[in-house]
């Protein structure tokens, strides 16, 4: 899965920069094609004073291509010249690949080695986590 964030600095005009966000923004972003979901997040603090970031604005692809589709469509046009309007001095955007976002299944792994395999106990290790997909790759 590939996403694409927008991560927003402190505006200036708070109340404007969320009205235009709200009603304007967002509705472009949920107009384009192959979008898989999106999400919104504010900062509420940081360990060390003021957050970098006021506002973080995910929006998530299957995968890249996908995601060049979105942007090149006239919907992702619009977003895009939407977005240089009205923050072009406040974001950065990023396009990030992303990986193991769901939580872990309660399930244990299913055993092949049949009825005679030992039983699990709570002293035995935790399964080995995956390696970390490359660039590009995608997690099974």
Known sequence: MIKLSMLFRKPVDVDEFEYHFSHRHVPLIAAMPKVVRTSVSRAIGAPRGEPPYYLIHDVYFEDMASLNFALNSPEGRAAGADLMAFAREIVAVMFLEVWG???????PPSSSAGADAPTST?????PARPARPALGETMP
């Open 122 to 126: 709570a002293t035995d290790a935790p």
């Open 101 to 107: 976002e769901d939580p872990p299944s309660a399930k």
